[in-house]
T-cell receptor, first 116, second 104 residues
Framework: GAGVSQSPSNKVTEKGKDVELRCDPI?????LYWYRQSLGQGLEFLIY????????KSGLPSDRFSAERTGGSVSTLTIQRTQQEDSAVYLC??????????????FGPGTRLTVT | KNEVEQSPQNLTAQEGEFITINCSYS?????LHWLQQHPGGGIVSLFM???GKKKHGRLIATINIQEKHSSLHITASHPRDSAVYIC??????FGTGTSLTVIP
């Protein structure tokens, strides 16, 4: 079946512009996660959605970052007024059940964001 | 101090060698994940374990909850095993990864 998909695969934007990154999780997966990975760095948690619960936004680095998940499916991560330090690969993952449970995470291919 | 510590950071092995990557964590968990990331590629979940031992082909993962420690073993390593291996707990804590290179 289809895995987690993300679009675009690559995005180059000018400093100060807003960008939207999209994630389509696996159908039926209730949990959705956003992470980012800067060049040569480890994975960094950004935000987590589980069903109809309020999202866990504890990893968002600034108020320029926001995310929503519509209808419990597709999610969009928005970065406003992009800065060069936002350049990274943004990864989305989904799982059948909530974080902390024994549910495997499935990762998308990522969106490589470059801010010039 | 990081909540998840991995060792070694880098590892080079000859094809056929037995490989061990270690992960220690300091937070309470219900499960620990081992992830694999190939150069330029995406991330694949290898194991999710809450106790004991799991085996998939040449890969074996063990966890000791009391000691807050997990190991990932690769038996009869192969060049295609070359990747970064990442230990993760909860949804927020990741090790910095172990970069493995297997030489033919």
């Amino acid at each position: 079946g289809a895995g987690v998909s993300q679009s675009p695969s690559n995005k180059v934007t000018e400093k100060g512009k807003d960008v939207e990154l999209r994630c389509d999780p696996i159908s039926g997966h209730t949990a959705l996660y956003w992470y980012r990975q800067s060049l040569g760095q480890g994975l960094e948690f950004l935000i987590y959605f589980q069903g109809n619960s309020a999202p866990d936004k504890s990893g968002l680095p600034s108020d320029r970052f926001s995310a929503e998940r519509t209808g419990g499916s597709v999610s969009t991560l928005t970065i406003q007024r992009t800065q060069q330090e936002d350049s990274a690969v943004y990864l989305c993952a989904s799982s059948l059940g909530p974080a902390g449970g024994l549910y495997e995470q499935y990762f998308g291919p990522g969106t490589r964001l470059t801010v010039t | 101090k990081n909540e998840v510590e991995q060792s070694p950071q880098n590892l080079t092995a000859q094809e056929g060698e037995f490989i061990t990557i270690n992960c220690s964590y300091s937070v309470g968990i219900s499960a620990l994940h081992w992830l694999q990331q190939h150069p330029g590629g995406g991330i694949v979940s290898l194991f999710m374990l809450s106790s004991g031992k799991k085996k998939h082909g040449r890969l074996i993962a063990t966890i000791n909850i009391q000691e807050k420690h997990s190991s990932l073993h690769i038996t009869a390593s192969h060049p295609r095993d070359s990747a970064v291996y990442i230990c993760a707990v909860r949804k927020t804590y990741f090790g910095t990864g172990t970069s493995l290179t297997v030489i033919p």
